[in-house]
């Protein structure tokens, strides 16, 4: 979805005739909704505060990138209705719909980290492009030592469907935005009922922000080579691949690199490309 690459003065120079990438972030629950809810040694975790907080800290981190745009679907202690929030979304020209969550589970031993994405039925690009972005993510938030549970696409379980009448996608917000044409996520980052995750990645300011960079970075690509981020649209992505690699279209569209200089960022450019609109 996105990409970052080095800013010389011939990419740079095509940076203001690229749209930005528009990603929305989506703290869940708000106002009277607290989501999970849990007190730990005396002090009160509410999932809606965690939320707003990994939000605000994700953005912050995204915003400090060229060729992005980032949109709360709320600021501050307020609810908006699922169908609310992926049409705030779809409004702003969004690329990429990101629900930030955190988890409970009856059991209090249950803990980690999971993120969902789109199954492959009716737009199968946007399947394959919420898959892409929903490893990026977790294995961010794996590395800062939250138990990897892996990333899941979770099917309607009322047989409902897609307007090609395939199975439609079990969460609202996924399936919306789905329809709108954009890729949704759930990330689910730690579990409020369990007390290590809950004190630890939850329980301060820092962890909270650490959690929300870890989002950005996911969605993000780094730049391998100078280790600069810098967003950009994939098809700038295209157009540096091929004039410094010499990569062909039918390379990238095969997710192939055979070159060994740059070949990881090669790889990424290859994912990023297959997902583009091209």
Not at 1 to 25: D, E, F, R
Not at 38 to 64: P, V
Request: with cysteine; proline share 2%.
């Amino acid at each position: 979805l996105l990409t970052g690459v080095p800013q010389t003065s011939a990419y740079a120079q095509n940076i203001n005739q690229v749209k930005p990438i528009v990603i929305v972030l989506d703290p869940g629950h708000g106002g009277g909704d607290s989501g999970a809810t849990h007190r730990w040694n005396g002090k009160l975790y509410r999932e809606k505060d965690a939320n707003l907080a990994i939000a605000k800290a994700c953005k912050k981190k995204l915003e400090s990138y060229t060729g992005v745009r980032v949109y709360l679907t709320r600021s501050s202690d307020y609810f908006v209705t699922l169908e609310g929030r992926v049409a705030f979304a779809k409004k702003n020209g969004a690329d990429l719909f990101v629900a930030l969550h955190n988890n409970a589970s009856l059991s209090s031993k249950t803990k980690g980290a999971c993120v969902y994405y789109p199954n492959s039925h009716y737009n199968s690009k946007i399947g394959t492009k919420g898959n892409l972005v929903a490893q990026r993510i977790q294995s961010r938030l794996a590395a800062l030592g939250l138990k990897n549970n892996g990333v899941f696409y979770r099917n309607s379980e009322n047989r409902s469907r897609y307007p090609d009448k395939s199975l439609a996608d079990y969460y609202s917000v996924i399936r919306n935005s789905k329809n709108a044409g954009f890729a949704g996520l759930i990330v689910e980052h730690a579990y409020i009922s369990n007390a290590s995750d809950c004190t630890k990645y939850l329980g301060s300011d820092k962890m909270l922000t650490k959690l929300g960079e870890a989002d950005a970075l996911g969605i993000a690509i780094d730049d391998v080579e100078r280790n600069q981020p810098i967003l950009l649209h994939a098809k700038l992505g295209v157009y540096y691949a091929q004039t410094k690699y010499g990569v062909t279209d039918k390379e990238i569209l095969a997710g192939i690199s055979q070159h060994t200089t740059g070949a990881a960022h090669m790889t990424d450019l290859a994912k990023v490309v297959f997902l583009a609109d091209m």
